[in-house]
């Protein structure tokens, strides 16, 4: 098998410990992290330092690099504008964070564990994806 | 503002915090890709050739996180407050939302932020406002 594919279902591991070892795949912590007007758990700010203080020298090392050291293209985002998607797309994310204290990674480590809550939200966050795929490919036929 | 010692973690989550970097790193020092987990699993609903199974490994390694962690220690505590309704319109506003947005936690919270991408900086403000904003207003004006 290709290592490219081993080293992607191993990243996914190491992700999925690091999010469990952190206390982020628990949803009750991460609120308690958001709610900075009751008894604030400020914890989840020391895994976001931990997390970019090791990517940083991970991405200051592929600087001005076209390919990784495996010779894969990087494949970083181009754009550069801060277009209202982003803003609408990120404060609407805060929302739906807010609101049961799950992120993508988080929910998708404790769809992992079985507990039924877990995968009704997973279920219902990859509709919402599904149906951002029908809006947006909907937008690039012109409609008759 | 009172911080709750009880539940501060300090040393835990930036050890997990260090692990989210270093897999982090491995992704695009190896592969050439940006860790975003709403990008990677959001890319399986619209399928491009060569792309499907290192998104599916990526996938498969973070569920299956839970499983390798049950091998050394019983999972640590997840707590999930939020009842069936709020978790399925949350879960479909993350969804939609990340996707809109180009990212979630990881993608812009470790990835973006780790490579100072104004994209990102901006993604990740705005996502932790209204997460903010959502438990503050959820808390203590409704009292969810």
Redesign the interface.
């Known amino acids: 098998m290709n290592k ?26 991460v ?2 992290f ?11 700010a ?14 200051t ?2 600087k001005g690099r076209t ?4 010779g ?6 181009g ?4 277009d209202s ?21 988080p ?7 079985g ?1 039924p ?2 995968i ?14 029908v809006i947006e490919k909907s937008r690039a036929k012109p409609v008759n | ?4 010692m009880s ?4 040393w ?24 975003g ?2 990008g990677i ?2 890319g399986l ?2 399928p491009q050739k060569g792309d499907i ?3 599916t ?13 049950l091998i050394a220690a019983p ?8 009842g ?1 309704p ?21 993608g ?8 100072l ?3 990102s900086i ?3 403000l ?11 207003v ?3 004006l409704v009292g969810i």
């Open positions: 490219h594919f081993i080293s992607a279902f191993v990243t996914g591991l190491i992700f999925g410990l690091g999010l469990l070892v952190s206390g982020m795949a628990n949803p009750d912590k609120l308690s958001l709610d900075i007007a009751g008894a604030w758990d400020p914890s989840l020391f895994v976001m330092g931990g997390a970019i203080a090791v990517g940083a020298v991970a991405f090392l592929i390919h990784s050291l495996w894969e293209p990087l494949r970083l985002p754009k550069k504008d801060l998607r982003l803003i609408m797309g990120s404060l609407g994310f805060g929302i739906g964070w807010g609101l049961a204290g799950f992120c993508p990674g929910a998708l480590v404790a769809f992992g564990t507990a809550k877990a009704v939200f997973v279920i219902a966050m990859v509709a919402g994806m599904a149906i951002y795929e | 503002m009172t911080i709750d539940s501060f973690t300090p835990a989550s930036l050890s997990g915090g260090v692990l989210i970097g270093i897999a982090a790193a491995m992704f695009i020092l190896l592969n050439g890709r940006i860790a987990i709403s699993l959001g609903l619209n199974l290192w998104r490994l990526f996938v498969a390694g973070m569920v299956l996180a839970p499983a390798a962690w999972l640590p505590e997840m707590q999930i407050d939020a069936y709020l978790l399925i319109i949350a879960g479909l506003v993350v969804g939609i939302s990340t996707r809109y947005g180009s990212g979630c936690t990881s812009h919270g470790v990835c973006g932020i780790s490579r991408s104004p994209r901006v993604a990740t705005a996502f932790m406002f209204t997460g903010f904003v959502t438990v503050y959820a808390r203590h």
